[in-house]
């Protein structure tokens, strides 16, 4: 089965974008990590695709990605 080839993109407008490098070692160092930022910051769209393009969350391992939101 061959994996499909894509590009992931982070906006340089969004504030997670632009400190996605501490971000990844964040994730790299710890179990569990906790981002703060305001509303349209990036949060919830770009922490997903850091994980993935730091090759976590593939069918092969077993790990896990989640994503709470505080109201």
Known sequence: MQSASF???FPESLPVSARR???EAAIA???VVIVCGETGSG???QLPK???AMGRGGQAQRQALA???GR
């Open 7 to 9: 590009t992931i993109e």
């Open 21 to 23: 490098h501490e971000i």
């Open 29 to 31: 160092g710890h179990q």
């Open 43 to 45: 949060k919830t769209t």
């Open 50 to 52: 850091i994980a993935l």
């Open 67 to 69: 994503s709470a939101e």
